[in-house]
């Protein structure tokens, strides 16, 4: 079992950054991809980033790419996401995942095995 916990959601403006942190615990973090996912109501959970197990490769929605980035620290066991130039429609509730997919292009919510309880993100225009 993995053990993630998400923190650092928020309330900001339009045009705010927000750093994202998903602390893991369990078995060994570096075994794992991981992912950050969001889910507006009424809409489908979405891949934001994903970045494999060794930090090397990464990969991102088109609609946050060169806003947001995904990294790791292995040592930390902890995974994070900035977000910069934050947009109303970043607005959502923001999971951690992990899992043991070949290739972080593979972007399906399936490919991922253990879930954190999501922090909200707000961002007002």
């Known amino acids: 079992q993995v053990q993630l916990v998400e923190s650092g959601g928020g309330l900001v403006q339009a045009g705010d950054s927000l750093r994202l942190s998903c602390a893991a615990s369990?078995?060994?973090?570096?075994?794992?991809?991981m992912a950050w996912f969001r889910q507006a109501p009424g809409k489908e959970r979405e891949n934001v980033a994903a970045?494999?197990?060794?930090?090397?490769?990464?990969a991102y929605a088109d609609s946050v790419k060169g806003r947001f980035t995904i990294s790791r620290d292995n040592a930390k066991n902890t995974v994070y996401l900035q977000m910069n130039s934050l947009k109303p429609e970043d607005t959502a509730v923001y999971y951690c995942?992990?899992?043991?997919?070949?290739?972080?292009?593979?972007?399906?919510?399936?490919?991922?095995?253990?879930w954190g309880q999501g922090t909200q993100v707000t961002v007002s225009s």
């Open positions: 970045i494999s197990w060794s930090g090397v490769s990464t």
């Open positions: 369990g078995r060994t973090f570096s075994n794992y991809a």
């Open positions: 995942a992990a899992g043991t997919l070949a290739s972080v292009s593979s972007r399906s919510a399936k490919n991922y095995n253990y």
